[in-house]
């Protein structure tokens, strides 16, 4: 569901990378060698998953990139599911939807975010944003489902 290519982080001024949405194996978005500031990105989705799991029905969480305009909400549509959107360029025209459960989107979440952290470390690229996503994956994976 939530891919991030590590062969393809590079340190900047930020730590940057490919992210995307997999949905189905064979639909990117916004497309499979998206790249963005990955750190940040995952710990914004990191705090709209938590959201989730404690929010109640019908809340909508963002799932958003920081470069270009595509967007994904989250809203949680059960107690243990929740329906994405996903828009492209500031529409309000949703191109296409999935359903999946809140364990799948955390389950997806975190070894990638887990992933990411430990490439970080190896390369040694430790910052602000890089110490965030670290306290952040702890959190989510301590968080009750």
């Known amino acids: ?7 393809s982080l590079e340190k900047r001024t930020n ?3 490919n992210i995307f949405f997999t949905i189905d194996y064979h639909r990117y978005f916004p497309e499979q060698d998206w ?10 989705w990191i705090k709209s998953c938590k959201g989730i799991i404690i929010s109640e029905i ?7 990139f920081m470069d270009g305009s595509p967007i994904v ?3 949680k549509i059960s107690t243990d599911k929740a329906e994405l959107s996903f828009y492209e360029n500031n529409s309000s025209k949703v191109l296409f939807k999935a359903e999946c459960t809140i364990k799948q989107l955390r389950d997806s979440l975190l070894p990638t ?3 990411v952290v430990r490439a970080i470390d190896r390369e040694k690229w430790d910052d602000d944003n890089s110490k965030e996503l670290k306290d952040l ?3 989510l994976e301590k968080y009750p489902l």
């Not at 569901?1 to 062969?7: G, H, K, S």
């Not at 790249?35 to 914004?44: K, P």
């Open 113 to 115: 975010s887990k992933k």
């Open 15 to 17: 730590i940057m990378g």
């Open 35 to 44: 790249s963005d500031f990955v750190v940040i990105i995952l710990s914004w």
């Open 137 to 139: 994956v702890n959190s």
């Open 73 to 75: 909400l989250a809203k």
């Open 58 to 64: 019908g809340r909508t969480y963002d799932f958003d």
């Open 1 to 7: 569901m939530i891919e991030v290519d590590l062969a």
